[in-house]
């Protein structure tokens, strides 16, 4: 996994730039920490990081394409194509040579073989930059589901772009500012395709190729989820479930770099470590390593609760029992995730300071610290939620009718918020808050993303709600975690892979009716069913049990404390957004727990406003 970046202007000579493109692509060497690279041409200045993965010696970027003297192709690429041996051959049967045994070279080669329907042939997780310089024009390339970032900014001569925000705000020219609907965007507990937050900048979408030339930039979208009939049987559909995983994981198995899974003790990761264990095993490579994160005292004083009835640490050493897999507990204590500097990191890796999952972005990114000392390539059950429908909502009467997101009528944003708080926003200015309707804009992205949704003629009744239902999820509420799952990851250099993300397995549950989803009366029927023989009973029937978080009273306490110094400071830039009443009541007595995600919020917004420069036009 790599980080990339770039500067098109074809108004200026971009070979005199190569100072500010270094500079954007040195914030990108957290996601490449082994090596980087620049090259620069009349109008295209492309920078790359990398993070060697396969063909370590051979993989370098920015790669060109070279031929009688001339370059007719300069590529900067960031990810994984998993099945780029077959293209490979396929490519070498069309004449191409090959220089390396990188994926990125059958990129390469693979676009001059077939152009921009290149796209077509790729199964994987990526974002790249093409030049060709024979007709001065760039392709921007992102994966099918979105797993990898790639934002542009348009200038008036042409584009910047980078895998994340900060290449881009790296760039002189570039001010860091957020309007009033940026904000919104911020602070919604939904993913608006295509919405960056920044004022200017845009995130490409998944599926999606934008072309820039001297006319101007244009968007295409090359691959989204159809509606098609679903024909199959149910033991038919469960064993090509299974098929599809067994080939999944296997591809997603190769690296030249120690690998591993994130293990939780839930069904998801334990049928990728499982899978994984097995392909590991039939190739000589075993045992699987595996590794869970746990809080101090958290397995011995668990206290259930709605979203969280069983702790993961008792099934995680279950699964890894079972597997024979090399297992670690990665255990954390209260002040690791309350120590300001680790939620700063947090904030840096994600260029923004709201994400909705309170402490769990700090874990997350202490457990993937704690990984990339002793593995580069992590494999993670994410996905399987939106993809099987495995949330408690999906099978919610209530939730499913709502005239919303589900996930917003189930209050998940709020879980860690107690009564009468108001949740994450609870200690934000009621004057700021009218301003951003966030009622209004959650549900105007609400209507674009029922209008977005493919139907088959006739559909109606549950059926057409359930497919309503995950569709939301796999364009509007997985792209959240996606984002925060690859940041928290590169941001320590560990390559996360998902896949539960691949297109083939996506599109044909996403198709699969949801009587036949839930024909056993739980959720992830089909997964459940199409794995259960790699599991033990215990694993393979547990409830779902989200991303654990602390329930140690001092993490409030500590971040009670911290709320009162940034109360005291005058020039503390979070002050004016700030409802002081609300403020007092949650530096009051016991308070503080109930306020606990309002408080996370606020003190993410006075950092991102002091750190990141940002101008909030309102």
């Known amino acids: ?67 009688g003297g001339r370059t007719p192709l300069a590529l900067t690429y960031s990810g994984e194509v998993y099945n780029y041996r077959e293209l490979r051959a396929e490519l070498r049967s069309h004449g191409h040579a090959f220089r390396t045994d990188s994926d990125t070279e059958v990129v390469l080669r693979a676009y001059l073989q077939w152009g921009e329907a290149f796209t077509e042939h790729l199964n994987g997780m990526y974002a790249f930059a093409l030049w060709d310089p024979r007709t001065e024009e760039l392709l921007l390339v992102r994966d099918r589901m979105g797993i990898k970032p790639l934002y542009y900014h348009p200038t008036a001569d042409g584009v910047l772009f980078g895998s994340e925000p900060k290449a881009i705000l790296a760039h002189p020219a570039v001010r860091p500012a957020v309007d009033a609907e940026g904000l919104a965007e911020l602070m919604a507990f939904t993913k608006t395709p295509g919405h960056a937050v920044y004022k200017g900048m845009r995130e490409l979408r998944p599926g999606h190729i934008a072309r820039v030339r001297r006319e101007g930039l244009t968007l295409r979208r090359y691959w989204a989820l159809e509606a098609d009939e679903h024909t199959d049987d149910l033991p038919t559909t469960v064993s090509r479930i299974r098929e599809l995983l067994e080939d999944i994981v296997a591809r997603q198995l190769v690296a030249d770099v120690p690998l591993c899974t994130l293990l939780s003790g839930g069904l998801d990761s334990s049928v990728i470590t499982a899978l994984a264990a097995k392909g590991l095993a039939g190739a000589g490579r075993g045992p699987v390593r595996s590794f869970s994160v746990d809080f101090t005292g958290h397995t011995e004083n668990f206290r259930a609760d709605a979203l969280r009835p069983t702790p993961d640490g008792p099934y995680a050493h279950a699964l890894a029992e079972h597997v024979r897999s090399d297992h670690s507990d990665i255990v954390l204590d209260t002040a690791d995730l309350a120590d300001p500097a680790h939620r700063d990191a947090v904030l840096t890796a994600r260029d923004l300071p709201v994400a909705g999952f309170g402490d769990g972005d700090t874990s997350l990114y202490l457990l993937f610290k704690a990984i990339r000392q002793q593995s580069t390539v992590a494999l993670s059950g994410e996905s399987a939620d939106e993809v099987f429908g495995g949330y408690a909502w999906f099978h919610n009467p209530e939730h499913v009718a709502a005239d919303t997101f589900p996930w917003i009528a189930a209050r998940v944003a709020d879980h860690f918020s107690g009564e009468g708080s108001g949740g994450r926003t609870g200690l934000l200015d009621r004057g700021l808050l009218a301003k951003l309707d966030l009622p209004g804009y959650t549900d105007a992205g609400y209507r674009q993303a029922l209008a977005d949704v493919p139907r088959l003629p006739g559909e109606s009744g549950r059926q057409k709600r359930m497919r309503e239902i995950s569709h939301l999820h796999l364009t509007r509420f997985v792209q959240m975690l996606l984002d925060r799952k690859d940041r928290a990851s590169m941001a320590t250099g560990l390559e996360v892979r998902v896949p539960f993300c691949d297109h083939r397995l996506v599109s044909y549950v996403f198709n699969t009716p949801w009587a036949m989803k839930t024909f056993d009366g739980r959720e992830k029927s089909l997964l459940r069913a199409a794995t259960r023989d790699l599991l033990p009973a215990a694993v393979a029937d547990r409830v779902k049990s989200p991303y654990p978080s602390t329930q140690d009273p001092r993490y409030a306490a500590a971040l009670r404390a911290e ?53 909030l036009e309102l």
Do not use: K
């Open 563 to 615: 709320l009162g110094r940034v109360l005291a400071d005058p020039g503390a830039p979070v002050r004016p957004l700030l409802d002081t009443a609300a403020v007092s009541d949650a530096l009051s007595g016991d308070a503080g727990e109930s306020f606990r995600a309002a408080t996370e919020v606020a003190l993410g917004l006075n950092t991102w406003l002091a750190s990141h420069g940002v101008r």
């Open 1 to 67: 996994m790599c980080g990339i970046t770039g500067w098109i202007s074809y108004d200026q000579d971009l070979t005199t730039a190569r100072g500010t493109l270094e500079a954007m692509t040195a914030t990108m060497a957290c996601r490449g920490p082994d090596a980087g690279g620049v090259w620069l041409d009349t109008h295209a200045a492309l920078g790359h990081r990398r993070l060697a993965v396969i063909d370590v010696e051979g993989g370098r970027q920015p790669m060109l394409a070279e031929h």
